[in-house]
C-alpha cells in the first residue's frame, strides 16, 4: 500500500512541530482524505476516521476552548487515545496546556500552520492524491506538446525516443523517456511521471544516454503531466486497414481511465514529430468543439443534398 511520510508532509505543508519531544520518522499517512474531528470532540466516536490526518480550525478551537476543565479532560482523553497519524492545528492556533500534555502522553504528533483551515485542506488533498494515488509502470516516452500530454508507446526500437528528441528541439518538453509512472489522481485524470533514476533522460540506440536537461536546458523538461492522448506507434501493415477519416475515436485503458489513442503506421519518410504535434494539436481542437472529421462528413452531406435537390428540379 501506497503512504507518505509524515516528514515528508511537515517539509511540504511547511508545518511547525509543536512536539517535537516525539518519534515521528515511522508515522506514515495512506489516506489522502483528511478529518475534521468536529463530532468527535463533542462525544461522538461511532465511525470516527483514526487513521486519517485530523484538522482543527477555527470552530473546533472555539468549541474546545468554551468547554469546562472536567469536559476537556474526558475528551482529550479519549480523543487522543485513538492511533492517530498526527492533528494539525490551522491559522496558528495554539492548542491549551492540557491538550498538548494529553498528546505527548499518547504519542499524537501536534503541528501547525498559518494557513486558513480550507485553503490548507483543499492543498494537502490535492497533493496526498497525487502521492497516493494506484500507480502503474507502462513502457513508453510522455511528452508535454502543445499542452497536451503525449505517450507514444510501441515495441522497443520503433523509435519513440527519437521522435520525443525531435518534439524537444522543436521547443516541447521532455517528461519521461523508456518507463511512465501513471497514476489515477481521478476518475477523469491521469498523471505521469518519471522513475527518479531515470529523469530528464532519454536513450538513443547508437550513442547512449542523453541528459535532456543539460542539453536543451530546464525549459525543455517536465515534472509531471497530464496523460490527454496515446499515439501507438507501429510497423507499417500494408494489408492491415487504418483510419483514414477519424470520425470514431479509438481508445485505451490506463487503471481504468479511458485515453483517446491513435495507431500511428511507421515507414521511411514520415516525420513522428510533426505526425505527433498535428495529433496533439488536433486532440485540443476536439476538446474546444470542433471536429475537422465531422466537418468534412458534413460538408459532403451537403453536397450530396444540394446535388439531389438539382436532380429533382
Not at 87 to 102: A, G, N, S
Not at 116 to 124: D, G, K, P, V, W
Not at 210 to 226: A, E
Not at 248 to 276: D, F, M, Q, S
Request: with cysteine.
Amino acid at each position: 500500500m501506497a503512504s507518505i511520510k509524515l516528514e515528508m508532509i511537515i517539509e511540504k505543508m511547511k508545518l511547525e512541530n509543536l512536539t517535537p519531544e516525539l518519534d515521528i520518522s515511522k508515522i506514515k499517512i495512506t489516506q489522502p482524505d483528511i478529518n475534521r474531528p468536529a463530532l468527535q470532540l463533542a462525544g461522538y466516536f461511532e465511525h470516527f476516521e483514526a487513521t486519517r490526518l485530523q484538522v482543527i480550525g477555527f470552530v473546533e478551537y472555539s468549541y474546545l476552548e468554551g468547554l469546562p476543565e472536567e469536559r476537556k479532560r474526558e475528551i482529550y482523553n479519549k480523543f487522543l487515545s485513538y492511533e492517530i497519524p498526527a492533528i494539525v492545528f490551522c491559522r496558528e492556533l495554539q492548542p491549551d496546556e492540557m491538550f498538548l500534555q494529553t498528546a505527548i502522553k499518547y504519542k499524537v504528533p501536534l503541528l501547525m500552520t498559518k494557513k486558513a483551515t480550507s485553503a490548507f485542506m483543499a492543498e494537502i488533498i490535492r497533493w496526498m492524491n497525487v502521492k497516493l494515488a494506484p500507480c502503474i509502470s507502462v513502457h513508453g516516452v510522455l511528452v508535454d506538446v502543445f499542452g497536451e500530454g503525449v505517450l507514444i508507446t510501441g515495441e522497443s526500437g520503433i523509435g519513440k525516443s527519437e521522435a520525443a528528441l525531435e518534439l524537444i528541439k522543436r521547443g516541447h518538453r521532455l517528461v519521461t523517456d523508456d518507463a511512465v509512472e501513471i497514476r489515477k489522481v481521478s476518475d477523469e485524470t491521469l498523471v505521469g511521471s518519471a522513475p527518479d533514476i531515470t529523469k530528464h533522460f532519454i536513450e538513443l540506440r547508437g550513442i547512449g544516454i542523453v541528459d535532456v536537461k543539460t542539453l536543451f536546458g530546464v525549459s525543455s523538461v517536465k515534472d509531471t503531466q497530464n496523460i490527454d492522448l496515446v499515439i501507438r506507434l507501429e510497423d507499417w501493415d500494408k494489408e492491415k486497414e487504418y483510419d483514414r477519416l477519424g470520425l470514431e475515436e479509438e481508445y485505451t485503458e490506463y487503471l481504468g481511465n479511458k485515453v483517446v489513442c491513435h495507431n500511428i503506421p511507421i515507414r521511411p519518410g514520415r516525420n513522428l514529430a510533426v505526425i505527433c504535434e498535428s495529433a496533439a494539436i488536433n486532440h485540443r481542437q476536439k476538446k474546444m468543439g470542433y471536429n475537422a472529421a465531422q466537418e468534412l462528413y458534413r460538408r459532403v452531406q451537403e453536397s450530396l443534398t444540394r446535388r439531389r435537390d438539382e436532380d429533382d428540379e
